[in-house]
């Protein structure tokens, strides 16, 4: 299980901040960190970029990878931002992403097949709402690999994210386990080994407290990588939580254990 | 999942003492505070007692429940202890525990008949060792339910334990995958549903950092109740690892969520 790091996103006042100024450093700084901090790869979110959007996603995907190798994820509804991000980027890139919207599948898809890169599928239906269960969620995924297999991308640039919803909605409990048995179950509907991710804060937007929102991610964490997720998208300054997903991908390849996989606990969270 | 607190172990010794000194205030401050930390059972670890032992697991049953109202433990290879233990015990009592091992089929096992008690069989071989992999689990486990089924004992009254073994050893990390794989396939084995335990703290009995230590334990709770565990024998003061097992009960139980299932992490580690 990969750790994509979620820290790089306009909604954070610094780096919203830095983005309107193009002002490198900042944007560096948190780069540095997630890397330091045990990312696998790093998510931009630069939100839609209503002006300027390639220059600012092209300075965005610049200034990141000045400071760090490691694949890019381009978050952004913004099919031209996610164009100039992809021409701009070195190194493998991640359209995230697309679903059956059909403004997505036109505009957002095909950059996949030019750009021979991977794409996140979200299984929402075609009104970008949330499938009810697992069953809805597979006739989605099927209607999603449809639409991705008549563009003739290849299965492995396709990775799949299931949409986890807050636990504090009325069914949250039930869909997080619909979503557990989604990822165990894609390979199998799909005929090929299915990649997935997670965008793990998902489960606890909603008011909580905080120590008991990191313990519930964290519980369920480990249930995700034993299901089979490929890559988590999280709060890279959540250590311990890092940790845990560091514990799972240590437990789950087997080999002979260290300690030294597993990140030090040095920070209070 | 039940959590059964293993605090009041004789490798405490404060609690060797108190048991040696009949000394009830010592092992009932610690059965209150398993209550209190969110224990649905206490496992009572006395050793062999190989002096007074049916005296001392008397007196050790009867001031524990004087406290607390839960199921108790009777965690010995002593067979004359055990059968005290059951003798004194009002309530639910679960006999821990028996293997292959001819002399616990022979001195243990039948005071599961005597007292219609539920009893905890582990997937030794009969010298006792640890089988090498899940499938040697599964022949193991059918002998152990053969014998069980021999004595005339109900389904209901078996709890097996899988027997984890220590992250470290050579096969650590795969033998935890194998213990996973046999709770989930125990009910379609045997043709019920099997109920299962395990000492969560063998993961970790070798030497390594505290704080990676718990973290291990705790990404691997997770995975535990993933696969349907009955019931977890773990250190009820590891507070954060106790509340990682309550969001996992509240994630898999399903209906309304609630933030005050889950314990406040008010302690250090």
Same mark, same amino acid.
């Given at each position: 299980?990969?750790?994509?790091?979620?820290?790089?996103?306009?909604?954070?006042?610094?780096?919203?901040?830095?983005?309107?100024?193009?002002?490198?450093?900042?944007?560096?700084?948190?780069?540095?960190?997630?890397?330091?901090?045990?990312?696998?790869?790093?998510?931009?979110?630069?939100?839609?970029?209503?002006?300027?959007?390639?220059?600012?996603?092209?300075?965005?995907?610049?200034?990141?990878?000045?400071?760090?190798?490691?694949?890019?994820?381009?978050?952004?509804?913004?099919?031209?931002?996610?164009?100039?991000?992809?021409?701009?980027?070195?190194?493998?890139?991640?359209?995230?992403?697309?679903?059956?919207?059909?403004?997505?599948?036109?505009?957002?898809?095909?950059?996949?097949?030019?750009?021979?890169?991977?794409?996140?599928?979200?299984?929402?239906?075609?009104?970008?709402?949330?499938?009810?269960?697992?069953?809805?969620?597979?006739?989605?995924? +099927?209607? %999603?690999?449809?639409?991705?297999?008549?563009? *003739?991308? #290849? !299965?492995?640039? $396709?990775? @799949?994210?299931?949409?986890?919803?807050?636990?504090?909605?009325?069914?949250?409990?039930?869909?997080?386990?619909?979503?557990?048995?989604?990822?165990?179950?894609?390979?199998?509907?799909?005929?090929?080994?299915?990649?997935?991710? +997670?965008? %793990?804060?998902?489960?606890?937007?909603?008011? *909580?407290? #905080? !120590?008991?929102? $990191?313990? @519930?991610?964290?519980?369920?964490?480990?249930?995700?990588?034993?299901?089979?997720?490929?890559?988590?998208?999280?709060?890279?300054?959540?250590?311990?939580?890092?940790?845990?997903?560091?514990?799972?991908?240590?437990?789950?390849?087997?080999?002979?254990?260290?300690?030294?996989?597993?990140?030090?606990?040095?920070?209070?969270?």
């Amino acid at each position: 299980m990969q750790i994509i790091a979620d820290n790089i996103q306009i909604t954070n006042k610094k780096i919203e901040k830095a983005l309107n100024d193009m002002d490198a450093l900042p944007i560096q700084e948190l780069a540095s960190q997630c890397k330091n901090a045990g990312a696998n790869a790093i998510d931009l979110n630069s939100g839609p970029l209503l002006k300027q959007a390639e220059k600012k996603m092209t300075f965005l995907v610049n200034v990141v990878q000045e400071i760090v190798d490691m694949p890019l994820l381009l978050d952004t509804s913004n099919p031209s931002a996610i164009h100039a991000g992809l021409k701009a980027c070195n190194g493998n890139a991640i359209i995230n992403g697309f679903s059956l919207e059909p403004a997505k599948l036109k505009n957002i898809l095909p950059l996949a097949r030019e750009f021979n890169c991977k794409i996140i599928g979200y299984l929402l239906d075609k009104n970008g709402m949330v499938p009810p269960n697992a069953d809805e969620r597979m006739r989605v995924a +099927i209607q %999603l690999y449809e639409e991705f297999s008549k563009m *003739g991308l #290849r !299965t492995s640039q $396709l990775v @799949i994210d299931p949409v986890l919803v807050p636990i504090m909605w009325q069914d949250g409990p039930y869909q997080a386990m619909e979503v557990l048995d989604v990822i165990k179950t894609l390979p199998d509907l799909l005929g090929f080994p299915v990649q997935t991710i +997670i965008g %793990l804060s998902n489960l606890t937007t909603t008011n *909580g407290p #905080r !120590t008991k929102k $990191l313990i @519930i991610e964290e519980a369920f964490l480990s249930m995700l990588a034993m299901a089979g997720l490929s890559m988590v998208l999280m709060n890279i300054n959540h250590q311990r939580t890092t940790s845990i997903a560091m514990a799972c991908n240590a437990l789950i390849k087997g080999g002979i254990f260290s300690w030294e996989e597993i990140l030090q606990e040095t920070v209070p969270q």
